[in-house]
């Protein structure tokens, strides 16, 4: 069994609620805690806490992290529609818990050296300033495992130049990339590959629980998923790889992130090791589509 932390900016996109589902239905990971960042970390905060409670989990700790960029040069990205079908008046008793996301990231990863595993799944923002306040939390951390980025190979042009959660701030990127902390990188080029569609969600419905409805329902009610009728499962498949770690395939690769550019800020720029560049990341460059679809399907409908 894998202890893990996820920090999150659950809310936005429907994904970080299906990642949070997935962790909860693996026995392979025991979930410590979770943190939230960027934007209304309350209100994210709020989300996952009526999430744990439906799911029975309510012994799990949430805290709210740091709720803008390291420099404020971006504005933060705000649907305006989070929260909205899970959370009601009678839930704003809900609350994180008072110490600061930041505080448990560094306490609870140095209290256990080489037994927390991190999953990243927004921004990077309370992990790099928990790096900046601990450095030696790199070499304690078991793995941090990210999702954000892109490659854009040649296959892989349609997508934009940079990746929501890295451009949230690049700069947090950047630190956190050169802190020496063994990362494990899945980026939007696979992650675009996979998918929830409605069959699935009624397949997640069908489990019968107060809580596979309110995930099931979160999905219904994403505006992309009407729009297209499917949403990517962008946070699961990150959360997946801890579990089944060859649903993917791997390289080692040196990733720099780009912290200026009017067109190219928040770019992940990957080449292969070399002395002056050695590997800092190991990212997946290719999924089992059809394996991962139906193996999370499954799982969380359980």
Not at 53 to 77: E, M, R, T
Not at 149 to 158: E, F, K, P
Request: some cysteine; overall charge negative; glycine content about 8%.
């Amino acid at each position: 069994m894998k202890h893990m932390i996820l920090d999150t900016d659950i809310g936005t996109d429907v994904d970080d609620c299906l990642a949070l589902a997935l962790i909860l239905a693996s026995p392979e990971l025991h979930l410590e805690g979770v943190t939230c960042v960027y934007g209304d970390v309350v209100l994210r905060s709020r989300m996952v806490r009526k999430l744990l409670n439906l799911a029975g989990k309510p012994a799990i700790p949430v805290f709210a992290g740091v709720a803008q960029p390291l420099l404020g040069l971006v504005p933060v990205y705000w649907e305006g529609h989070e929260g909205a079908g899970l959370l009601d008046a009678d839930d704003e008793h809900l609350a994180p818990e008072p110490a600061h996301a930041v505080d448990y990231l560094v306490h609870t990863v140095m209290a256990s050296p080489g037994q927390i595993h991190l999953a990243a799944i927004g921004p990077l923002t309370n992990i790099a300033l928990a790096l900046k306040r601990e450095p030696r939390m790199a070499q304690a951390l078991a793995g941090l495992t990210i999702m954000g980025g892109a490659c854009r190979g040649y296959d892989a042009l349609h997508i934009g130049y940079v990746e929501h959660n890295i451009r949230c701030d690049p700069e947090a990127a950047q630190i956190v990339f050169g802190s020496g902390v063994p990362i494990a990188l899945i980026p939007l080029d696979v992650t675009v590959q996979v998918r929830i569609r409605p069959a699935d969600v009624e397949r997640i419905r069908a489990a019968g629980t107060p809580f596979h409805a309110a995930v099931a329902d979160q999905v219904a009610l994403y505006p992309p998923f009407g729009t297209r009728g499917f949403t990517y499962l962008h946070d699961p498949l990150a959360v997946a790889t801890l579990v089944v770690p060859d649903m993917v395939t791997w390289r080692e690769v040196h990733v720099d992130v780009e912290t200026g550019g009017r067109h190219t800020a928040g770019m992940t720029l990957m080449r292969e090791p070399a002395a002056a560049a050695p590997a800092n990341a190991r990212v997946a460059l290719g999924v089992d589509t059809a394996r991962f679809e139906e193996w999370f399907v499954e799982r969380v409908g359980r």
